[in-house]
């Protein structure tokens, strides 16, 4: 092959060139034009390349790919501290710089550095995992180099190689045909013609012709091609998690019969041992147009009924497993399916999730989303649960960041508006001894104690991504208006909570107060700015171990260590800021550390109130499910009715479903869900 590497493209996703039987190619990356054709005619046949010569055009054209961009990790980091949170962070910066306040500039600083360094971090972990799984699935081709063939990877390929083509191999550069002939995403797949195939076996038979050519019958070769060792077990997961596996083949009927016997793919029946499989034939699914090649119209009306209730299907041709996916996917639900041949790339890429399994074809692999590198298919279920998990952790992220976020800005509105300060101020406060100053006419926090409250915040919130969740039984999709609403609740508990405090400390200073009757009155200003730091960074932590329950109380699910040490150790610096702060003033206001003056025990009544007021809040977030759930407000049972409907025997029509996943070599599966 003489392959220019220079003008070498990989060829697109689910687009591969497939070859029929094993085709020797030569290449030179001649252009189809008139002066091309004359130098094809004029090719000579190379006989393969000694491992010298090989290097030699390497180092001259250079590696068979197109050169991968790939962004600086310097960029990646400037990244970090150029998006809208850390440009809020910058102009903070700048204006506490241009008032001459040093130590607030330098630790916002600090703060835009740490995020930017996490955030860093992140993109390049992911980034670095992917380039591992592209290195490990790279293109080989089979060439011939000091007169031997081998493996080697596509990329050092050289002009004047010589490669070898099997069925299913992805041509690796731009050749000619040498010998041999090509096809592109064609096969067929044969059925199998005795009684051996209701015991799952299959039969070849071998003739002779005698002297009169006439064909004499010399027996039969048996082949049996069990399951993998862990499909059984596989599909029992995937049932139990909601997915319904079905079974497609180009084997014969009685085949495929007694493999869903086999692994339990049917009804079970009252009286009957076993399962009664529901495999149908190839006579009643559709077919491509035979001049576009287009799916018949109508396909989910005309086909879906007879599809949907099968539990496989045998003698099926590579048109029909892509027909099956596309009948499926119309009929709304989510479709993954399995494969390793050239036959299955269609169908493969047309599913919503398309899984090469181990060994599979080039052709195969790069129509998939997903290729196995192991023998088995527990992964399959191993990156469900994965999944579920992840979606799990993202709606406790997004639960609690709105709940965090509306907790925040609507106090502030609210104090700004309702709550001042000055109003609270006693008649003869220039006589009260250790009153300070003249109290704001609105109530805030400096920006440095919310830069402070954000930075721990996002500390925390990195952990949830390793925090311990239940992978949902049943398929999950999002239902936003349900999770804006608990969010709601959740913040609007927190947010009481906040406000009603922010009133007892400032009317501490009335002789009437309930502050002064807990011998908490007096408090300055200072240390009223400390304390609704602390209480509202204290709401914020607690309000994520509500949030990562949703239907059940807190203490329903362990957190992981990670998220707990994460909390505690933000929890613990929220609590020694508040406590220890130096009596100072912060953006033209008065901050002091509660621990410097009396009452020295206003953190400990700060942490009892918001403990007590967590246990309303998760009450709360717990009467809020068992009301959406018990009348579906916003359809919150939907998903898991469908999937019970799904997997339970229908009394109207007798539509039954039982999990069983059957997948051999040549036997593939396909999954759906209800989303």
Wanted: glycine letters at 8%; one cysteine or more.
């Amino acid at each position: 092959m003489k392959s220019n590497a220079k003008g070498y493209k990989p060829p697109a996703h689910g687009g591969n060139d497939h070859s029929k039987g094993r085709d020797s190619l030569i290449s030179e990356g001649i252009p189809m034009t008139e002066e091309g054709a004359e130098k094809i005619k004029q090719f000579t046949a190379t006989k393969g390349l000694t491992s010298a010569e090989a290097k030699d055009l390497l180092l001259r054209h250079g590696r068979n790919e197109l050169p991968e961009k790939k962004k600086p990790k310097w960029l990646i980091f400037a990244e970090q501290l150029w998006q809208p949170m850390p440009i809020m962070i910058w102009i903070a910066a700048i204006t506490e710089a241009g008032i001459s306040n040093w130590p607030d500039m330098a630790i916002l600083l600090t703060i835009q550095f740490v995020n930017a360094g996490l955030g860093y971090y992140e993109v390049t972990k992911a980034g670095d995992a992917v380039a591992a799984l592209k290195k490990s699935l790279k293109p080989l081709a089979t060439v011939k180099r000091d007169g031997k063939w081998s493996n080697i990877d596509a990329a050092d390929l050289v002009p004047n190689d010589l490669v070898l083509l099997a069925a299913g191999s992805a041509i690796p550069a731009d050749c000619l045909v040498n010998e041999g002939t090509i096809e592109v995403d064609q096969s067929a797949l044969t059925a199998d013609v005795t009684k051996l195939g209701q015991r799952g076996i299959r039969a070849l038979a071998v003739a002779r012709t005698d002297d009169n050519g006439q064909f004499r019958m010399l027996g039969l070769l048996t082949f049996l091609d069990p399951p993998r060792h862990d499909t059984k077990e596989t599909i029992h997961r995937a049932v139990s998690y909601g997915v319904e596996v079905k079974m497609i083949t180009g084997d014969h009927l009685l085949i495929a019969m007694e493999t869903a016997r086999m692994l339990d793919l049917g009804d079970r029946v009252v009286g009957r041992e076993g399962v009664v499989p529901l495999i149908r034939g190839a006579e009643g699914l559709p077919s491509l147009d035979p001049e576009t090649k287009k799916a018949p119209e109508n396909l989910a009306k005309n086909y879906g009924d007879y599809i949907r209730k099968g539990h496989g299907f045998a003698q099926v041709f590579p048109e029909h497993k892509f027909l099956i996916v596309q009948c499926l996917r119309e009929l709304g639900y989510k479709t993954g399916m399995t494969g390793d041949g050239v036959n299955d790339a269609p169908a493969l890429k047309r599913a919503d999730v398309g899984i090469a399994v181990a060994g599979a074809t080039d052709a195969a692999r790069a129509a998939s989303d997903i290729v196995l590198t192991e023998e088995g298919l527990s992964t399959i279920i191993e990156g469900l649960i994965i999944s579920r998990c992840i979606f799990q952790r993202m709606k406790n992220f997004i639960t609690y960041r709105i709940a965090a976020t509306l907790q925040l800005l609507i106090f502030f509105f609210i104090a700004v508006l309702a709550l001042k300060p000055n109003d609270y101020m006693p008649s003869d406060w220039e006589t009260k001894e250790g009153f300070g100053d003249e109290w704001p006419s609105y109530f805030k926090l400096p920006v440095l104690m919310l830069m402070l409250i954000t930075m721990l915040n996002d500390g925390t919130l990195i952990s949830v991504g390793y925090d311990n969740v239940t992978p949902s039984r049943y398929p999950n999709a999002w239902n936003l208006p349900v999770l804006f609403l608990v969010a709601s609740v959740l913040a609007l508990v927190a947010l009481i909570s906040s406000l009603i405090l922010l009133y007892l400390c400032l009317d501490s200073w009335n002789s009437g107060s309930a502050m002064k009757g807990l011998g908490l009155g007096d408090l300055t200003y200072g240390q009223i700015t400390t304390a609704m730091y602390l209480k509202v960074s204290i709401s914020d932590f607690l309000t994520l171990f509500s949030a990562r329950t949703h239907d059940g109380f807190f203490w329903s699910s362990m957190p992981s260590p990670i998220l707990m040490g994460a909390a505690m150790l933000s929890l613990f610096l929220s609590t020694m800021l508040a406590c220890f702060w130096p009596d100072s003033s912060v953006d033209d206001q008065s901050v002091e550390g509660m621990a410097n003056h009396t009452p020295r025990q206003l953190a400990v009544f700060i942490w009892l109130w918001c403990l007590a007021w967590w246990f309303v809040q998760d009450a709360a977030k717990v009467a809020l499910y068992w009301w959406m759930e018990k009348y579906n407000i916003f359809g919150i049972n939907d998903s898991a009715h469908d999937w019970y409907r799904m997997v339970h025997v229908d009394a109207a029509d007798g539509d039954a479903y039982s999990g069983i996943l059957s997948v051999q070599c040549n036997f593939f599966l396909y999954l759906i869900t209800i989303e």
